[in-house]
């Protein structure tokens, strides 16, 4: 069975780092885009970043770029999102997504991805 987890957020100061882990199981990273989106309080889901499952191309929303970091480790199976220099407006639950790399190619922040994580909450506050 498809299943994603995500883990590593908590609260950090503003200028702060975190690094959120969304690990996979049933199914090889290589084989299926990654998405990060984001949903705070009062507003709709954002997608953040993304990565592409057979080139590893990368995307992120302008809002993050410079300081977000998606990378990959297939040998654990994992998706990372480094995130650096937070601010308090990165403030959200963060969920990783994954969808076939057949059903859109590449990556996209708006594209439907078809399996999504629980979330993790990431709280940038002094």
């Known amino acids: 069975q498809l299943q994603l987890v995500e883990s590593g957020g908590g609260l950090v100061p503003p200028g702060g780092s975190l690094r959120l882990s969304c690990k996979a199981s049933?199914?090889?990273?290589?084989?299926?885009?990654i998405g990060w989106f984001r949903q705070a309080p009062g507003k709709e889901r954002e997608g953040v970043s993304c990565i592409s499952g057979s080139s590893g191309d990368t995307r992120y929303v302008d809002s993050v770029k410079g300081r977000f970091t998606i990378s990959r480790d297939n040998a654990e199976n994992t998706v990372y999102l480094q995130m650096n220099s937070l601010k308090p407006e990165d403030t959200a639950v963060y969920y990783c997504?994954?969808?076939?790399?057949?059903?859109?190619?590449?990556?996209?922040?708006?594209?439907?991805?078809?399996?999504w994580g629980q979330g993790t909450q990431v709280t940038v506050s002094s």
């Open positions: 997504a994954a969808a076939h790399r057949l059903m859109f190619n590449p990556c996209g922040l708006f594209s439907q991805y078809t399996n």
């Open positions: 049933g199914f090889f990273l290589n084989n299926y885009n």
